[in-house]
């Protein structure tokens, strides 16, 4: 990438790191969002993310439980993945 040799560029740090900034960037725009039901899914992908570059046996299938858990999540009603589940408000 930009003249660096191909093994300098560290794919999972990178999409960490961009899962990280989205959450930011939400969080930013929505101080609640930890508290709804979209925002808790994040964290869990990010868990399961984890989770997945540790455990290489375990690597496709979590992969496709990420997957699966996304669509789940994105292309729920809104009025469910914006539902606050974590204390009243």
């Known amino acids: 990438m930009l003249g660096a ?10 999409v ?5 900034a989205i959450l930011i960037l939400d969080l930013w725009r929505n101080p609640d969002h930890l508290r709804e039901v979209a925002g808790l899914a994040v964290i869990v992908k990010l868990a399961l993310y984890g ?25 729920a009603p809104a009025r469910f993945r914006h539902t606050i589940i974590l204390g009243a408000k």
């Open 16 to 20: 960490a790191c961009s899962g990280v």
């Open 51 to 75: 989770l997945m570059i540790t455990h290489e046996a375990s690597r496709s299938l979590i992969f496709w439980v990420i997957v699966a858990w996304s669509v789940i999540f994105s292309h």
């Open 5 to 14: 040799p191909a093994g300098a560029f560290n794919a999972p740090v990178a």
